[in-house]
């Protein structure tokens, strides 16, 4: 059966490494600070003081051309987070891929809600230290079919801000 679709739609926060309970919490990161070299997590929304009407505003994306200068990013991350995201792989994938890195392949979001549509991107499968290390197959019926383009993998952060790295 072939997976339900090819439209990557990001980093979807499902459950965190090992037995503890995944909260769905959120950090708060003021946009002006968060320049890092290393992944942080999933953007989840931003608020703001809207410099046209000087309301405050919250969307779940965060328009390159806004001008505001206390925008705050509500970001999942937690370097233990799994999330699942779509390859953009146009072949079948392997359960022998499960354990390699990957990077991720950055797209805009679609108008009316700009909803991601990053994937992993499947070109640079590696053991090398990668943005993305893969840790399973989705357990979605419609998405998990590795014989088929497009599978959605299980993933975590390999280079996150908050792990193990250095030069940050």
Wanted: net charge negative; hydrophobic share 35%; proline share 4%.
């Amino acid at each position: 059966m072939a997976n339900s679709s090819s439209t990557g739609f990001g980093l979807k926060p499902i459950k965190k490494v090992g037995q503890n309970y995944d909260a769905g919490g959120l950090g708060e990161y003021p946009v002006a600070a968060a320049a890092t070299t290393h992944n942080l997590g999933s953007l989840n929304g931003v608020f703001y003081t809207d410099a046209t009407t000087s309301k405050p505003t919250f969307q779940n994306y965060l328009q390159g051309s806004n001008t505001a200068t206390d925008i705050v990013a509500f970001i999942t991350d937690d370097p233990n987070q799994i999330y699942e995201v779509r390859s953009n792989n146009a072949g079948a994938s392997a359960q022998t891929d499960v354990g390699n890195t990957a990077e991720i392949s950055y797209s805009a979001g679609a108008s009316p809600n700009y909803v991601s549509r990053t994937t992993l991107d499947d070109s640079t499968l590696a053991t090398a230290t990668q943005q993305l290390k893969i840790v399973g197959v989705s357990r979605d019926p419609d998405n998990s079919d590795l014989t088929s383009a497009n599978v959605v993998w299980r993933v975590v952060i390999n280079e996150h801000f908050f792990g193990a790295t250095t030069g940050v």
